[in-house]
């Protein structure tokens, strides 16, 4: 994950050109997953700092600490700050690295669910509890039985289930789950197992949700991402494969499932009939943003539609500093997606 080239951009005509300006300015924040609770649109970002780590393909250097959750009375209204919802510090099995997180609501309690990396090197994901969607969150004393990698995400369908989609590619650790069990030799190379070529693309896993929203119940399942033909997505089609950043809407009684291509930058959709799936490929949302990141979330917010997403343009570039945005996406008649280009038009 190199960091950015900056020297060519200008980024004061980048910031004209824009599309939309970060929601928050007094802190770095990126990955944000917004849902609306009660009227109000809540966003669970990452936080992000300079900690000093030193940059690699890894991701070593998003080494975030803690949450806050931001609220919104609207998409155009102000972003309120709530504070530390939660500091890995009281998270009993994490270490380090709290990556992007997510949030639920179910029977007056909310579920913070977020990925960090335990004291043995592996990236897995907690959950913690609070009464209020801005937390304070008290964290489960264990990370969820079964979970692994990095981004999780959690829909909540129309007849009360509740789906967490998870996943992520080099830094997130999923090519080393390849064979059901972690694989932890040695050196840590980003692309150690990952498939080439021919070969499918690694896919996002998901399961249904438990009763009490703590586990799971179900062993997770790959996520089929599939072209216009049928066949899984190949590892060599950088421009359309699944890297990290799961999320799924629905969107008149068809399933989105979105993500980001990492190395290429996209934020990419695929339809489905079913919250598992198969999917398949429908087009992009998002053209790269500044940054080498790209992360969203996809919500409703009185009848229309937005995508919160992120960029490095505050931190001129920085690529683990970064912020979050939002902007209106549309949804064709045909159920189609129009792309965004995060500083010009749309197509
Ligand atoms: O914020 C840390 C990681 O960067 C996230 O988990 C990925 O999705 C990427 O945005």
């Not at 900056?6 to 917004?34: G, N």
């Not at 990952?194 to 998901?206: I, N, R, S, T, Y």
């Not at 990141?293 to 001129?316: M, P, Q, R, V």
């Amino acid at each position: 994950m190199p960091e950015d080239p900056i020297d060519h951009i200008d980024f004061d005509e980048l910031r004209e050109k824009a599309i939309s300006q970060p929601l928050v300015k007094h802190m770095y924040t990126a990955d944000p997953s917004a849902h609306v609770f009660h009227g109000k649109i809540y966003i669970y970002p990452s936080h992000d700092i300079d900690a000093g780590e030193a940059f690699d393909d890894l991701g070593s250097h998003f080494a975030m600490e803690d949450y806050h959750v931001i609220s919104m009375e609207s998409p155009l209204a102000d972003a309120v700050d709530h504070g530390v919802a939660l500091h890995v510090d009281h998270v009993p099995w994490a270490q380090k690295q709290m990556w992007a997180p997510d949030a639920a609501h179910k029977n007056g309690k909310y579920y913070l669910y977020f990925p960090a990396k335990g004291y043995d090197g592996i990236f897995r994901i907690g959950v913690a509890i609070s009464d209020s969607p801005t937390g304070p969150f008290v964290p489960e004393k264990e990370a969820i039985k079964g979970s692994f990698s990095i981004d999780p995400a959690v829909f909540e369908d129309e007849d009360g289930s509740y789906y967490m989609y998870f996943g992520g590619l080099w830094g997130g650790q999923l090519q080393r789950w390849r064979t059901g069990r972690f694989i932890a030799d040695e050196p840590d190379s980003p692309l150690a197992h990952c498939p080439v070529k021919k070969e499918p693309a690694l896919l996002p896993f998901m399961a249904k949700m438990s009763e009490d929203m703590l586990e799971f119940a179900e062993e997770p399942r790959a996520v089929r991402i599939l072209d216009e033909k049928g066949d899984l997505l190949l590892a060599e089609d950088n421009d359309r494969r699944f890297f990290e950043a799961s999320w799924l809407h629905k969107y008149k009684g068809t399933y989105y499932f979105s993500y980001s291509t990492g190395d290429t930058h996209y934020i990419c959709y695929a339809t489905g009939e079913s919250p598992y799936g198969p999917f398949t490929y429908g087009g992009r949302i998002l053209n790269p943003v500044v940054g080498w990141t790209s992360h969203h979330s996809i919500c409703e917010f009185e009848g229309n539609w937005y995508l919160f997403y992120h960029d490095s343009s505050l931190s001129k570039g920085v690529t683990h500093l970064r912020s979050i945005k939002v902007a209106e996406i549309t949804h064709r008649p045909d159920g189609s997606i129009e792309t965004i280009d995060p500083y010009g038009k749309r197509t």
